[in-house]
């Protein structure tokens, strides 16, 4: 199994930044698309930013500009940094990773996903 643990969410006035962490554990052979979803209270989850292990990204219109996305495959590691938060963005924050890692009688894939980390913006 592959674990996920966010961590650098909190509170920020309008305006302000934060910088999203995730890590992942396990006996991973290989981290493939690495991504960053939110969930609103009320609102479907959507997908924010996404990173293959080459580095090539994508993001959502709503965040294009404002956040970044990046990766450390050394330390299995995927970053999201956000800056110009408004309270639009306030949600729980969760990542994912598309995993090969060593399941005992050989390698297997599995979709992993992190507990989320609370995001709020204050206007």
């Known amino acids: 199994q592959v674990q996920l643990v966010e961590s650098g969410g909190g509170w920020v006035q309008a305006g302000g930044s934060l910088r999203l962490s995730c890590v992942a554990s396990?006996?991973?052979?290989?981290?493939?698309?690495m991504g960053w979803y939110r969930q609103a209270p009320g609102k479907q989850r959507e997908l924010v930013a996404s990173?293959?292990?080459?580095?090539?990204?994508n993001y959502s219109d709503s965040v294009k500009g404002r956040f970044t996305i990046s990766r450390d495959n050394a330390k299995n590691t995927v970053y999201l940094q956000m800056n110009s938060l408004g309270p639009e963005d306030t949600a729980v924050y969760s990542c994912?990773?598309?995993?090969?890692?060593?399941?005992?009688?050989?390698?297997?894939?599995?979709?992993?996903w992190g507990q989320g980390t609370q995001v709020t913006v204050s206007s």
């Open positions: 994912n990773a598309d995993a090969i890692y060593f399941g005992g009688s050989g390698y297997r894939r599995m979709t992993s």
């Open positions: 396990g006996r991973i052979l290989r981290l493939n698309v």
């Open positions: 990173i293959t292990s080459s580095g090539d990204t």
